[in-house]
């Protein structure tokens, strides 16, 4: 991956989501995002029908794996989940935390999913944080992408169940 270029994609991707949120939920952000940085994930969130959940209610936290995070998956793994729905949204649920959480206020150590999974959150300088080993992007310390009911942090990888 040539991370300068996915770098400055993200940056123009995170510019134009960081507008004043005014009843803008994270799903429609998501929505008005570079699709050729994050439809995988947007056709995903429809699939499993959690695009209901980030359309309302809230507040929550989004880590959202860019299209890349998608394509290093191994070969079928996308069209396997994208069969059984169920298994869909219980890889997407891990990417959705309770609250509203800025890169500012992670710390080492657990953080517990909507669902009840728990993630190991590492903090290793204000530039270099890892949610189970998925590598925040904190473009020009651009941390978060507010939404009217939480926020989006993008991630380098998708988060997988453990076996």
Not at 22 to 49: C, E, F, K, W
Not at 86 to 104: E, N, P, Q, T, Y
Request: overall charge neutral; some cysteine.
């Amino acid at each position: 991956m040539n991370s300068p270029v996915v770098f400055l994609s993200l940056l123009l991707a995170t510019t134009c989501l960081s507008a004043p949120a005014n009843g803008t939920s994270i799903m429609d952000l998501l929505l008005r995002a570079r699709q050729d940085r994050l439809s995988t994930l947007v056709q995903a969130l429809q699939a499993s029908g959690l695009a209901d959940t980030l359309q309302k209610d809230g507040p929550y936290t989004l880590f959202a794996p860019v299209n890349d995070a998608f394509k290093s998956l191994p070969e079928g793994a996308i069209a396997k989940l994208t069969a059984n729905p169920a298994d869909l949204k219980k890889v997407l649920l891990r990417h959705v935390f309770k609250g509203s959480i800025s890169a500012s206020e992670l710390k080492t150590g657990d953080l517990t999913n909507i669902d009840g999974g728990v993630s190991k959150v590492v903090v290793s300088g204000p530039d270099n944080i890892t949610l189970d080993g998925a590598k925040l992007y904190l473009p020009m310390n651009t941390t978060m992408t507010a939404a009217s009911n939480g926020v989006i942090h993008f991630i380098d990888k998708v988060l997988l169940p453990s076996a």
